[in-house]
């Protein structure tokens, strides 16, 4: 299949990074209106909208959320009228998560409508940083294009960053904890625990590969952990610093050890964390920067994280 011969819609960020990262950028013909990265995609027309209203309060849009799972609608929905137009040999989709794109059972209804190009559905369901990995190189066998290098440069930096925590004693390794939704507080999961650990850090809460969990207020509170990162899903610095606020106005938040030593930070979780694509290598390097300011430099800084 030639260059000339593959349209392909990326409903998904992840994916429509890991399309770039394999140098396909010129197949992708339409993307989600969620898909922000690399530049170049952003004149792309967009195949999908949202059914809630992404500027709501953080427990409004969560409210919202369950709502619409709950009704069985998925919370985005196609623009078969655009996808029609596109007439895209591929469609690249997940099935990992309901509230980060499109479902798909929505993508396969879609397509269904769709009489003259009949798209073959690629859908991503990565849990852990290998399910990446695995992705990305069954994406570059399904358009022809060898994913050896990619891979390579990705493991390599992951191997370094690890290798340098090495020598570090357990009382060196700061127990973290990764807040990927304010309000209800719920704590990052899937590879989040994975990549903390790699940066020379302890996970507290969730095990790697696992569904994100509900923290109640009083377990943060006992568990007292050395360092809290914001990360919530969707959300850039800016909205991620007024979202923080929910939390840092309760009257225990400053008895936290965290607080009084300065290890509180906020993160662009939209651009890294929250994406499961070749960007979780810088996540970890954030989280490495963050935890071991002492070993690493990467200069994410200020555009990656902030302290908060």
Same mark, same amino acid.
């Given at each position: 299949?030639?260059?000339?011969?593959?349209?392909?819609?990326?409903?998904?960020?992840?994916?429509?990074?890991?399309?770039?990262?394999?140098?396909?950028?010129?197949?992708?013909?339409?993307?989600?209106?969620?898909?922000?990265?690399?530049?170049?995609?952003?004149?792309?027309?967009?195949?999908?909208?949202?059914?809630?209203?992404?500027?709501?309060?953080?427990?409004?849009?969560?409210?919202?959320?369950?709502?619409?799972?709950?009704?069985?609608?998925?919370?985005?929905?196609?623009?078969?009228?655009?996808?029609?137009?596109?007439?895209?040999?591929?469609?690249?989709?997940?099935?990992?998560?309901?509230?980060?794109?499109?479902?798909?059972?929505?993508?396969?209804?879609?397509?269904?409508?769709?009489?003259?190009?009949?798209?073959?559905?690629?859908?991503?369901?990565?849990?852990?940083?290998?399910?990446?990995?695995?992705?990305?190189?069954?994406?570059?066998?399904?358009?022809?294009?060898?994913?050896?290098?990619?891979?390579?440069?990705?493991?390599?930096?992951?191997?370094?960053?690890?290798?340098?925590?090495?020598?570090?004693?357990?009382?060196?390794? +700061?127990?973290?904890?990764?807040?990927?939704?304010?309000?209800? $507080?719920?704590?990052?999961?899937?590879?989040?625990?994975?990549?903390?650990?790699?940066?020379?850090?302890?996970?507290?809460?969730?095990?790697?590969?696992?569904?994100?969990?509900? $923290?109640?207020?009083?377990?943060?509170?006992?568990?007292?952990?050395?360092?809290?990162?914001?990360?919530?899903?969707?959300?850039?610095?800016?909205?991620?610093?007024?979202?923080?606020?929910?939390?840092?106005?309760? +009257?225990?938040?400053?008895?936290?050890?965290?607080?009084?030593?300065?290890?509180?930070?906020?993160?662009?979780?939209?651009?890294?964390?929250?994406? +499961?694509?070749?960007?979780?290598?810088?996540?970890?390097?954030?989280?490495?920067?963050?935890?071991?300011?002492?070993?690493?430099?990467?200069?994410?800084?200020?555009?990656?994280?902030?302290?908060?």
């Amino acid at each position: 299949m030639t260059d000339n011969d593959v349209r392909i819609v990326s409903l998904i960020p992840g994916g429509t990074e890991i399309l770039a990262t394999l140098g396909l950028v010129n197949g992708i013909v339409g993307r989600s209106h969620e898909c922000d990265y690399p530049p170049e995609i952003h004149n792309l027309p967009i195949c999908t909208q949202a059914r809630l209203n992404s500027n709501a309060s953080s427990s409004q849009i969560n409210d919202e959320v369950n709502k619409l799972l709950q009704s069985a609608l998925s919370i985005y929905e196609i623009k078969t009228d655009v996808l029609e137009q596109l007439q895209p040999t591929h469609i690249l989709t997940q099935d990992q998560c309901d509230v980060c794109a499109v479902s798909l059972h929505e993508v396969e209804k879609a397509v269904a409508t769709l009489v003259d190009s009949k798209p073959q559905i690629i859908s991503l369901q990565p849990n852990i940083l290998q399910d990446v990995w695995t992705d990305i190189e069954r994406v570059g066998n399904i358009f022809g294009v060898d994913s050896v290098k990619v891979l390579e440069n990705l493991e390599a930096r992951v191997k370094i960053c690890h290798h340098k925590i090495q020598g570090l004693s357990l009382h060196e390794l +700061p127990t973290v904890v990764c807040i990927e939704w304010i309000d209800p $507080l719920m704590v990052a999961a899937n590879w989040i625990p994975e990549l903390v650990n790699l940066a020379g850090g302890q996970s507290l809460f969730c095990a790697t590969g696992q569904p994100s969990a509900v $923290l109640s207020w009083e377990t943060l509170l006992t568990t007292n952990p050395d360092v809290i990162v914001f990360m919530p899903c969707g959300f850039d610095l800016n909205r991620t610093r007024q979202e923080a606020q929910l939390l840092t106005q309760r +009257p225990e938040w400053g008895k936290l050890h965290a607080t009084e030593t300065g290890r509180v930070y906020i993160t662009d979780g939209n651009s890294y964390f929250n994406r +499961p694509g070749p960007r979780l290598v810088d996540s970890l390097e954030i989280l490495a920067e963050i935890l071991h300011p002492e070993i690493f430099q990467y200069g994410y800084k200020g555009t990656g994280w902030e302290t908060l």
